[in-house]
Antibody, heavy 119, light 110 residues
Framework: QITLKESGPTLVKPTQTLTLTCTFS??????????VAWIRQPPGKALEWLAL???????RYSPSLRSRLTISKDTSKNQVVLTLTNMDPVDTATYYC???????????WGQGTTVTVSS | QSVLTQPPSASGTPGQRVTISCSGS????????VYWYQKFPGTAPKLLIY???QRPSGVPDRFSASKSGTSASLAISGLRSEDEADYHC???????????FGGGTKLIVL
């Protein structure tokens, strides 16, 4: 059974850097074809894909946020870390991580973690 | 503004069949599979449909989907009150080299 869980601060100040960790079980990010994605949903708004890291360390970023995002993995800990720099109140959202299984899509998601940006 | 376009809301009465549309472009829906997610407030999205029209195990066959050109649609037949949720479409976008989502459709069961 695949599970994922997001962790990180619930409140950050404007201009700070957000660091979120996705801890997963039930699969290995060393497995061919596997990836872990980050997606967020601001209150009352649409889902927005942020970043994706693959088993071979290939990375993809949302073009609109590329300059502020970094994704990395620690396969020994079964974790994927996302950093988002220069946080702004518009970055207030629930942040999710999900396993991406190629053409089967992002099929299992974590419960999400809510991040508020406020001074 | 989302890359994929969905109607903000849809509604139906119990037992009815409702459809939700998702419109994109050649770089996403036109060339790649469409995925549909069901989301209840305060919970994580649940994969409802993958590869245009495939249901993961456990998803009732009341849920079906199709794709034609740069558009896709999700159909829910035999509507139930528990189907009241937000529905989101998604696809890989070759131009953006990433996933794109629709704005989400709030389904109201009257």
């Amino acid at each position: 059974q695949i599970t994922l869980k997001e962790s990180g601060p619930t409140l950050v100040k404007p201009t700070q850097t957000l660091t979120l960790t996705c801890t997963f079980s039930g699969f290995s990010l060393n497995t061919f074809g596997k990836g872990v994605a980050w997606i967020r949903q601001p209150p009352g708004k649409a889902l927005e894909w942020l970043a994706l890291i693959y088993w071979d360390d290939n990375k993809r970023y949302s073009p609109s946020l590329r300059s502020r995002l970094t994704i990395s993995k620690d396969t020994s800990k079964n974790q994927v870390v996302l950093t988002l720099t220069n946080m702004d109140p518009v970055d207030t959202a629930t942040y999710y991580c999900a396993v991406e299984e190629g053409l089967d899509g992002m099929d299992v998601w974590g419960q999400g973690t809510t991040v508020t940006v406020s001074s | 503004q989302s890359v994929l376009t969905q109607p903000p809301s849809a509604s139906g009465t119990p037992g009815q069949r409702v459809t939700i549309s998702c419109s994109g472009s050649n770089s996403n829906i036109g060339r790649n599979y469409v995925y549909w997610y069901q989301k209840f407030p305060g919970t994580a999205p649940k994969l409802l449909i993958y590869r245009n029209n495939q249901r993961p195990s456990g998803v009732p066959d009341r849920f079906s989907a199709s794709k034609s050109g740069t558009s896709a649609s999700l159909a829910i037949s035999g509507l139930r009150s528990e189907d009241e949720a937000d529905y989101h479409c998604a696809a890989w976008d070759d131009s953006l080299s990433g996933w794109v989502f629709g704005g989400g459709t709030k389904l109201i069961v009257l």
